[in-house]
Each structure stands twice: as C-alpha cells, then as structure tokens.
C-alpha cells in the first residue's frame, strides 16, 4: 500500500511563510513526477508546482517568486516552501505523485488527503 502523509498546514498571517511535506511510502522503487495542487471553496482544483525525479519543474503563474517545490528523492518526500503568502494563497493544498514504480507495477496520479492553509490577518 502507498501512502501520501502530509504536514505542515495551518494558519498563517498575508506575507508570512508556511513549508508543507509530502512522505510518500510504501514499497516504492521511485516516483517521477511529485506536485501539490490546491483548492479553494467554489474552485476546481490546480497545479500549484511540480517537480520530476530528473529536475524539471512546471509552476503557476501567480506563485511564481514566491514558491519552491523540492524533493528528496531517497527519501521520497516532496515540501512546498510558501513565501510572501496572500489571502487568495487559502486553500486545501494536495501532494500528488505520478509514476510510482512499486513491486506491484506502476501507479499514476495518487494523492494525499489535503491540508488547510489560511491566509489571514
């Protein structure tokens, strides 16, 4: 079984900082792609960053400058560092990974439970 656990939510001020963890685990032989996505009430979900196993990222407009997506790949674990927070920043962010090669085979798009970010003064 795979697992996405996250951490690090919660509530912060506008302009304040927040770094969110994603662990995935499991019997996991490697990941290629892991993410985080957010939704906010009324919205449909998007890609906030990703990051693949080799390096390349893909980042929305409106965090870029202001968000960094990493990953340990040994540990398989991914963080968001959110910086210079803004109200509409709130949402549920996501964990996803992509291409998880298990001993079972390949698993596509798996995701975490969510965890709340508010932004507000």
């Known amino acids: 079984q795979v697992q996405l656990v996250e951490s690090g939510g919660g509530l912060v001020q506008p302009g304040g900082s927040l770094r969110l963890s994603c662990a995935a685990s499991?019997?996991?032989?490697?990941?290629?792609?892991m993410g985080w996505y957010r939704q906010a009430p009324g919205k449909q979900r998007e890609l906030v960053a990703a990051?693949?196993?080799?390096?390349?990222?893909n980042n929305a407009d409106s965090v870029k400058g202001r968000f960094t997506i990493s990953r340990d790949n040994a540990k398989n674990t991914a963080y968001l560092q959110m910086n210079s927070l803004k109200p509409e920043d709130a949402a549920v962010y996501y964990c996803?990974?992509?291409?998880?090669?298990?001993?079972?085979?390949?698993?596509?798009?798996?995701w975490g439970q969510g965890t709340q970010v508010t932004v507000s003064s």
């Open positions: 996803n990974a992509d291409g998880i090669e298990t001993h079972r085979g390949m698993i596509y798009d798996y």
């Open positions: 499991g019997s996991i032989f490697s990941i290629r792609a």
């Open positions: 990051l693949t196993r080799s390096g390349t990222t």
